[in-house]
Nanobody, 125 residues
Framework: QVQLVESGGGLVPTGGSLRLSCALSGRTFSGYVMGWFRQAPGKEREAVAVIRWSSGNTYYADSVKGRFTISRDNAKNTVYLQMNSLKPEDTAVYYC??????????????????WGQGTQVTVSS
């Protein structure tokens, strides 16, 4: 049974940093891609950053390029999202998700097969 467990959310001031972690279990993840998605109140869930497990290739939404970094630790079966220069508009519930690699990193929430429970990130102005 695949499980994704996020941690690391919290409340930070504008300009602050947070690192989210997603612990993966239940299978080997070669041939998979992992992503961080977020959903703000009243808005649709959107992709933030995606990483290919095997190669480490990444994709970022334009809104976070240069501020967020996605990475993975194969030995620890963990995916990270380092978030710097946080803005109030980054406030959302952040979800870790996974799916089989279908050749693209430009993924929508409907593409993802496995989800974590989410962690709240709040950036105060």
């Amino acid at each position: 049974q695949v499980q994704l467990v996020e941690s690391g959310g919290g409340l930070v001031p504008t300009g602050g940093s947070l690192r989210l972690s997603c612990a993966l279990s239940g299978r080997t993840f070669s041939g998979y891609v992992m992503g961080w998605f977020r959903q703000a109140p009243g808005k649709e869930r959107e992709a933030v950053a995606v990483i290919r497990w095997s190669s480490g290739n990444t994709y970022y939404a334009d809104s976070v390029k240069g501020r967020f970094t996605i990475s993975r630790d194969n030995a620890k079966n963990t995916v990270y999202l380092q978030m710097n220069s946080l803005k109030p508009e980054d406030t959302a519930v952040y979800y870790c998700a996974a799916t089989r690699d279908v050749g693209t990193l430009r993924l929508r929430p409907s593409h993802m097969n496995y989800w974590g429970q989410g962690t709240q990130v709040t950036v105060s102005s």
